[in-house]
């Protein structure tokens, strides 16, 4: 794309926001250890705008955004804010120039009171004292203001709200800090249908009060209820800004996903070849999940898609016993089984490779040799004497190279090196079945391929294989099936090759009706726990 | 469960004032069973009924006006230096080296007065600046230095120990007698003055606690560090300013030692085994011990149920050391009930990000029934 | 300090390796000898020169035999620190061990086999009760070791009133300050001889599954419970190893010290100095018993050649003091700036 075409598509969104923009990022790269993320981003916000970012897993919007806080700073590139050029080296020093950011994960306290929370660090003072009627005053008058429908009370423990009433609380922590740009990443992830729509009423507020909100999101829905432009990102790059009037959603997922499928996958297995099923989970339930109906065959690869927070990796753990099903019956090689640990899912020849490698998978601190066989260490005497382990060998099998040598402890290898390990780790096992949660994330391009040949290998040698995505072209390239997860459910099955789309709609459920009924759902919930809540005092 | 209302003859003072949207008397009622120094309290209430109706078997009296006044100076002790214990464990810290911080500053108050009764304020003063220098250095070295706490203060601990043994080996006389006579003897009608010395300091530390921004500010590094490092508080400076109060509440303890003996003496700290039976103490208050939540009026609570167990110990003529036993036994139990309560309280983990595991619907259903 | 070969960086593409000389081998291979050995030798050698008798195979001897206590409980809180936990109670234990020894036997030589017995049951008592709290129970280790400390000091208290009674037999004594006749060194110390087995079965141990364990479970017990470990199991396991080794110093502090109540009085905290002196580190998952042994050899020359610096005996509590607080500082800086 050509500079002159980005300033003209910049000038056509200027004019819907009058005056000139609070926000302006320019060139922003951002590369980690010689990986480019960013490769040079211009984003602009002006007050009173909501300008959502949308784009697919890894196209750089988190990273974006993290360097707009002051978590990162960026490699080359520039921000503005009011005119004034700013450099972040913490993130209080992007907060006092009047950013904020809402991550998914809240920055809050919860045994303090919604009041502590909000003016923490800047308590008013009478004084000496802390003047705690003012602090609760002032967040009292602050939650009225954009939050009038959900009283919460300045006095309540932060830990006995819902996430929805949490998050209220991070935006008056956000508006009592005089923010001007807001930055909201996947606010809607975790809320119930009734509380989305609240939310947005929040955000309209604000919009109302001249704040700059940047607003992340996959659900295309909420993006067109309040954005005025959209960015969006791919890769590093940004493929366009668009003001949300001109686009439709359709054209946006083709912005969003149109890449070139360049990308090598290996080919998928013969379905005729396809073995016995391994693992059956009839109606299984957690306090996540519900009416888990599924079957795993021998020498598949079933791949899972949904959005964050759509039961994904819940699944994974309720397989494997980390948090196991309350409900429901499991099968492997139809016979029910019980598995209520890993230990017990380990026996069974279940290996997970966790979405979070480093605090899931891996002894960082420990060698290559020991990390390997950890799994193996932890089976039981008589199985493990029947399966002699040779880290040689497996490093071989997952073709890991390590100039270190066995000995080298993981934290010093390349994500790519210590994700062979972690598989290394389960072939140690000989597993009859390995659930894989994000294979690929923080991987770099040239090592995935690696890692998806690994996977398929394994399906190819007949073991079942179920592998959690958020990157489509990933999932579709990867997957003789496809389940597709929404709200704790199986929302639907494809069969090999889907186009984005398809799976984009069983993800977010685009048609209403569904959405509808739920929500009606949520009311009337709401209303008996109420009615309930009437009755006990 | 339901609520039983509440018997009204056991609170008659705050019941009279009943008026408003809820009468006093209910509201002091769910202070009393909702919250966790209430329920200390009312735990402290039980343990009373008990030791007494055990005592009262055994044909004595734990409830007399003397062996009340003995309680409450037993409590002086442990107390003050269980107020300062509470601030370090509510900011996630701790310190082991209150017991030998005793031992010491009781001496350099000996050293100091020498005898006379002119010296009373510079030894008072002496033992302060002791204390603030030694509460500096904990501090300093668990911040800066990133050394767990428990290991810095037990470091710092020894080096005290150290000073102490290769100066000192009995007991230091000199503790003017005017100091002896007041702070240590002396009465204010019915109360010891000591008494009002315990309860000067708890209501400091929480007003402190309740209404200073270092209170505030304490709670939230205790609860997490980062997060109140991005909200701008100065961490580093909370925790240092914790361990010096701290440290000087246990030189406040030292002082009162040094005027009941009328002398300093190098092993009057650790004999009292004042580190650990202060953490009980705070640990019995409901305090949690891993940072940020807690009342210092629940510590105070966790000393009388200690010093109302000594009392009975006494009573019944249970050997000395058999106490000791005991009292180990009743740390880890405290411990493991909190741990246990705690771990359901920690599910309820803010915020629902993909990563947190799936909470986020347990932690809705879980808010809307709080 | 720290055992961990030094990192070699790994970049997507070999950039200027050339292959090291002589000279650089032999320097990388120093340099991959833990600090804490230097320390030692060093500290053998001035004390050598100072007295000439500890150069001597009996004086050399006498030295590791009065290390020798403090060693294996080095080794043994090693496996606690390493698999993330303390143990404070060994002291405590030590002292149990001395006074129950003397009072059950009482000087008679019949009953000695018994009460080792005895005393390896309880040894084995305290660490299940530690390790059992402290990993089902969830209260953190030092409370529940403190806790222990506590109760076991009043019990021997309790049980001897005051002051111990009783008297060890000499065939329990000559364990700890008895030896077998050999020809050209005099005298080969028993205690010598078990410290030496000590840390052969430890290093041992530590190559086998349940060391790996324990170095997994110290450096991230969520992996290692996801990877199928019995995180509990080993945790409780380390506690009782831990609980062993103090039985085995109290009986060879029984040999040579005599029955008092103060035996074992600040041992847990001297074998936690030695250990990190080593390059334990604290919250588990990296060090080398052997190390952590060898912290409890300089730890007591530091000791000796204080002592013939004309330093007095209770300085060597600061010294104690100083040496923790920068090897966890050092260490804590530099696990910093390795990440």
């Known amino acids: 794309m050509s500079p002159g075409e980005e300033s003209r598509e910049a000038a056509g969104g200027a004019a819907t926001a009058t005056r000139s923009p609070l926000l302006q990022m320019r060139g922003i790269k951002k590369d980690f250890l010689g990986v480019h993320v960013l490769h040079g981003i211009d984003l602009e916000c002006a007050a009173g705008e909501v300008h959502a970012i949308v784009g697919e897993n890894g196209a750089g919007k988190s990273t974006l955004m993290k360097i707009l806080a002051g978590v990162y700073t960026p490699s080359a590139g520039e921000i503005i804010i009011d005119g004034t050029p700013q450099k972040f080296n913490h993130p209080l020093e992007a907060q006092q120039a009047g950013v904020s950011i809402i991550y998914q994960e809240f920055n809050l306290l919860p045994d303090r009171t919604v009041a502590e929370n909000v003016f923490l660090g800047r308590e008013p003072k009478k004084g000496f004292i802390v003047d705690r009627a003012k602090m609760e005053r002032d967040t009292a008058k602050l939650l009225h203001e954009f939050a009038p429908d959900d009283p919460i009370a300045p006095d309540e423990l932060v830990g006995r709200l819902s996430v929805a009433q949490q998050q209220t609380v991070e935006i008056a922590k956000a508006l009592s800090l005089d923010s001007k740009i807001l930055v909201m990443d996947e606010p809607t992830a975790s809320l119930a249908a009734h509380e989305v729509e609240r939310l947005f009423d929040r955000v309209k507020r604000l919009r109302e009060r001249g704040m700059a909100i940047l607003y992340i999101s996959h659900r295309l829905k909420e993006i067109f209820e309040l954005a005025q432009r959209i960015t969006v990102l791919k890769d590093g790059n940004k493929v366009k800004t668009v003001n949300a009037d001109e686009v439709t959603s359709a054209e946006l997922v083709k912005l969003m996903v149109g890449r070139e499928l360049d990308q090598y996958f290996p080919p998928r297995g013969d379905p005729s070849k396809r073995g016995d099923v391994k693992l059956r989970v009839r109606g299984g339930a957690t306090e996540v999940l519900s009416n888990i109906d599924l079957d795993i065959h021998a020498g598949e690869i079933l791949g899972v898609a949904g959005l964050q927070g759509s039961g994904r990796t819940e699944l994974a753990r309720a397989i494997f016993g980390a948090d196991p099903f309350l409900e429901g019956t499991v099968e492997i090689d139809g016979k029910p089984v019980k598995i209520n640990s890993p230990k017990q899912a380990i026996a069974h020849g279940i290996g997970f490779v966790s979405e979070d490698r480093k605090t899931e998978g891996l002894t960082l601190a420990q060698s290559i040799r020991d990390n390997v066989a950890l799994a193996w260490r932890g089976l039981a005497r008589g199985r493990r004497s029947q399966l002699s382990i040779n880290v040689k060998d497996l490093c071989q099998a997952v073709e890991l190279r390590s100039r270190g040598g066995l000995g080298q402890e993981v934290r010093y290898l390349s994500g790519g090196n210590q994700q062979k390990v972690v598989i290394a780790k389960w072939l140690a096992t000989e597993p009859q079945l390995v659930i894989f949660d994000e294979p690929t994330r923080g991987i770099d391009v040239g090592a995935k391929a690696g890692i998806h040949d690994l996977i398929r290998g394994l399906a190819n040698e007949g073991v079942a294989v179920l592998m959690i995505s958020s990157e489509l072209p990933e999932v579709i390239g990867m997957s003789d099936r496809i389940i597709v997860m929404r709200n704790g459910q199986i929302a639907g099955e494809l069969p090999a090759g889907p186009t984005e789309a398809e799976i984009m709609f069983l993800a977010t459920g685009e048609e209403d009706i569904e959405a509808k009924t739920e929500a009606d759902l949520a009311k009337i919930q709401e209303e008996l726990s109420s009615a309930g809540e009437g009755g006990k005092s | ?370 | 300090m720290s055992t961990s070969a030094a990192p070699v960086p790994e970049g997507p593409s070999g950039v200027g390796e050339g292959a090291p000389s002589a000279l650089q081998r032999v320097f990388g291979a120093l340099r991959a000898i833990p600090v804490v050995w230097y320390l030692t030798i060093v500290l053998w050698v001035w004390i050598a020169a100072i007295n000439p008798l500890f150069a001597e195979p009996s004086g050399f001897l006498a030295y590791l035999k009065q290390a020798a206590p403090l060693a294996i409980l080095a080794a043994g809180a090693f496996f606690v620190l390493a698999s993330g936990e303390f143990d404070l109670s060994v002291g405590s234990l030590v002292t149990v061990c001395v006074v129950v020894a003397a009072a059950i036997s009482d000087g008679d030589p019949s009953k000695t086999w018994p009460v080792i017995a005895l005393l390896f049951v309880i040894g084995l008592i305290v660490g299940l009760i530690n390790g059992v709290v402290t990993t089902i129970f969830r209260v953190p280790s030092f409370i529940t070791t403190l806790a222990m400390l506590l109760i076991l000091d009043g019990a021997v208290w309790l049980y001897t009133s005051g002051s111990p009674k009783g008297a060890l037999a000499d065939n329990f004594r000559e364990i700890g300050r008895m030896g077998i006749e050999v020809p050209v060194i005099d005298q080969l110390p028993y205690s010598v001889i078990i410290l030496v087995a000590i840390g052969a079965f430890s290093a041992w141990l530590m190559r086998r599954h349940f060391g790996r364990q324990v170095l997994a479970v110290g450096d991230n017990d969520r992996a290692a419970a996801l990877s199928g470990i019995n995180v509990t199991r080993v945790r409780i396991t380390a506690f009782v190893l831990s609980a062993l080794s103090a039985v085995i110093a109290g009986i060879l502090l029984g040999g040579f010290a005599g029955v008092t109540a103060q035996v074992g009085q600040g041992l847990e905290f001297e074998a936690i100095t030695a250990a990190v002196l080593g390059g334990t580190v604290l919250g588990g998952g990296r060090g080398s018993v052997i190390n952590a042994m060898a912290g409890a050899l300089a730890l007591t020359a530091l000791f000796s050649w204080l002592n013939l610096q004309g330093v007095s005996g209770a300085f060597e509590d600061a010294v104690e003091g100083v040496i923790i607080i920068a090897a966890v500082a050092v260490a804590s800086y530099r696990l910093r700036e390795g990440s």
């Open chain 2, 1 to 370: 469960m339901t609520t039983s209302t509440p018997p009204v003859a056991q609170h008659p003072g705050p019941a009279a004032q009943g008026g408003s949207q809820r009468s006093a008397a209910s509201r002091f009622w769910r202070a009393l069973t909702k919250t966790t120094t209430g329920q200390v309290y009312l735990a402290l209430i039980a343990i009373l009924v008990i030791c007494w109706a055990v005592v009262a078997i055994k044909g004595s009296n734990l409830l007399t006006i003397d062996s009340i006044t003995d309680m409450l100076i037993r409590s002086v002790a442990l107390g003050i230096v269980a107020a300062g214990q509470t601030l370090v464990i509510i900011g996630m810290s701790l310190d082991l080296s209150v017991a030998w911080v005793i031992s010491l500053t009781s001496i350099v108050a000996a050293v100091v007065m020498d005898g006379s009764n002119g010296n009373i304020v510079p030894g008072i003063l002496a033992v302060l600046a002791v204390g603030a220098a030694i509460g500096l250095a904990n501090g300093l070295i668990i911040t800066k230095l990133r050394v767990n706490p428990f290991i810095a203060t037990l470091g710092v601990a020894l080096i005290i120990q150290s000073i102490i043994e290769s100066n000192w080996d009995g007991v230091v006389e000199g503790v003017a007698k005017g100091f002896e006579n007041s702070l240590g003897y002396s009465e204010i009608g019915p109360l010891p003055i000591a008494v009002l010395l315990l309860a000067a300091v708890y209501l400091a530390v929480w007003f402190l606690l309740r209404y200073t921004r270092f209170g505030h500010q304490l709670y939230a590094v205790g609860g997490s560090e980062e997060v109140s490092k991005l909200s701008g508080v100065r961490t580093h400076r909370v925790l240092i300013t914790a361990h010096v109060i701290c440290a000087v509440c246990a030189a406040i303890t030292g002082l009162y030692l040094a005027s009941r003996l009328g002398a300093g003496s190098p092993l009057v700290g650790t004999d009292g085994g004042y580190d650990l039976e202060s953490i009980a103490a705070v640990v019995l208050g409901g305090t949690y011990l891993l940072g940020g939540r807690g009342s210092v009026l629940g510590t105070l609570a966790g000393v009388f149920i200690l010093a109302i167990l000594d009392s009975t110990f006494n009573a019944l003529e249970v050997n000395a050391f058999a106490k000791d036993v005991v009292r180990g036994v009743i740390i880890i139990v405290a411990v493991a009930a909190y741990s246990f309560r705690a771990k359901g309280r920690r599910v309820r983990k803010i915020g629902a990000g993909p990563a947190a595991t799936g909470n986020a619907p347990q932690t809705q259903t879980q808010g809307a029934n709080a």
